[in-house]
């Protein structure tokens, strides 16, 4: 009997029942910051070592007002202290997310900038480096474009990285103007003026994020529009020269017509190993969070994305013209035990003021796409722009950096995972 029991006993402790614990968000500080709208985390050098920077972009309203970028250098070491960010430039209007540059000049960025709201739309992609102040890289035609992300790329195979982004220009009267385009690196380490701006589709292109993927042989470039509804992906049949327009094929990963807010190319969301593009769309009534796998065999240029909508229903916590929920996803992948497989999404509400954690319901099942839905921070009627998440101080648990753009400030939380 008591053999038995021993028994028993051992294959319990060799053989444990996995059970994942739920991730907790523990507030660990919070710093003022008037309309903090977009965060993110940069690698930077401090002191003969790689560092954290939080970037957080600041607009108001007021019609013809430039706006700020503000920093908080070596984050890691301000995380439980009294932080005072520094103003990076107060020259730009409507700066957006930031966009990492290194691929050009180490530890340097790109701020795009405009979005449509009256005497805010005349936007550009701004270079800075870290010594710089802010160069504008598309010439000015004179027309109110608006930038929100950029990606790169040697288009022309002149060993350069060139410039990718998609644009819109919304007149008073008429409809959206959606362009991709691509900007020529003249070759020159420092960057000095704007770059020759090329077009690859003049109508009918994107207008948030492009983000570049090696897909087998394939370089190909998925993309958003969400003032034109579209969700897309480009590829050049003379890959991996993009530069003739004409050999540029476009074809939809949905042909939906939703309000494609944010796109995120993942290495894996359903534990098959295999990237999954991670979508969210920003709407006033019905918003939601969807997964597309790839195609699963043959040519990602002809088969089919196969869509799981993961999270609806979300929407703004008043209406009003412009408003909309929820915004940007980011897979997180914890690694803290065996139960946990697949990565945690966290989700910005946008103007629905919440942050949420879905995480899977079955970790061990490729073929099940069903989350439970946790809100992890709740601001009262304020809305959350974009979060940033990284584990900036190295104790294996991530911090999130919480933008809440009404109250004036972004809140830190630690990720607890035990
Ligand atoms: C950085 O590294 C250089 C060369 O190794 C050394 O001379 C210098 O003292 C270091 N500076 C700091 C602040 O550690
Ligand atoms: C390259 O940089 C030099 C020095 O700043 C400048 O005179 C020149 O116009 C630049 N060339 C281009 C193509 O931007
Ligand atoms: C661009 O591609 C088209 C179609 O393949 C071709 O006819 C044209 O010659 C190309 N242009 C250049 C400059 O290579
Ligand atoms: C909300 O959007 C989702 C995803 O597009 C869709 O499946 C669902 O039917 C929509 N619900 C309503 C009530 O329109």
């Not at 476009?250 to 290495?267: K, W």
Request: aromatic content about 12%.
């Amino acid at each position: 009997m008591q053999f038995y029991h021993l028994i028993l006993l051992v294959s319990i402790s060799v053989c444990p029942i996995l059970v994942k614990s739920e991730i907790k968000p523990v507030l660990i500080n919070k710093f003022e910051l008037a309309h903090a709208g977009f965060s993110t985390l940069l690698r930077t050098w401090t002191l003969n070592s790689t560092s954290w920077a939080l970037v957080i972009s600041c607009f108001n309203p007021i019609p013809g007002t430039t706006d700020y970028v503000y920093n908080v250098a070596n984050i890691e070491w301000q995380l439980t202290t009294k932080i005072t960010p520094t103003v990076l430039t107060n020259q730009i209007i409507w700066p957006n997310g930031i966009v990492p540059a290194d691929t050009l000049l180490p530890y340097s960025i790109i701020v795009p900038s405009g979005f449509l709201v009256p005497g805010k739309t005349n936007g550009n992609l701004y270079f800075i480096s870290q010594t710089g102040s802010p160069t504008p890289l598309v010439p000015n035609d004179k027309t109110n474009w608006f930038y929100h992300d950029a990606d790169f790329k040697d288009m022309d195979g002149d060993g350069h990285f060139d410039i990718v982004a998609g644009r819109a220009n919304i007149p008073i009267i008429g409809g959206p103007t959606t362009q991709l385009i691509w900007l020529k690196n003249p070759g020159n380490y420092s960057v000095t003026g704007p770059w020759k701006l090329n077009y690859l589709l003049t109508t009918g292109g994107p207008d948030i994020q492009v983000q570049f993927a090696h897909i087998g042989s394939l370089t190909v470039l998925f993309a958003n529009s969400y003032f034109t509804r579209k969700l897309q992906m480009f590829w050049s049949d003379s890959d991996p020269l993009w530069s003739n327009a004409s050999q540029l094929h476009v074809r939809h990963i949905d042909y939906e017509p939703l309000s494609y807010a944010y796109i995120q190319l993942t290495n894996d969301l359903n534990g098959d190993q295999k990237p999954d593009l991670l979508v969210t769309v920003n709407d006033e009534f019905n918003g939601s969070l969807i997964a597309y796998e790839l195609p699963t065999s043959g040519d990602i240029r002809t088969g089919d994305f196969i869509k799981h909508v993961l999270a609806t229903g979300f929407k703004p916590f008043s209406q009003g013209k412009g408003k909309g929920a929820p915004g940007q996803a980011f897979a997180v992948q914890f690694y803290s035990g065996p139960a946990r497989k697949k990565p945690v999404i966290i989700l910005s509400g946008d103007d629905d003021g919440c942050v949420y954690s879905l995480e899977a319901l079955h970790d061990d099942d490729p073929s099940n796409w069903e989350y439970s839905k946790k809100i992890i921070h709740q601001s009262k009627k304020s809305t959350i722009g974009q979060i940033s998440i990284e584990d900036v101080d190295s104790d294996g648990h991530p911090e999130m950096f919480v933008p809440a753009y009404n109250e004036g400030i972004v809140y830190i939380y630690r990720l607890m995972d035990n």
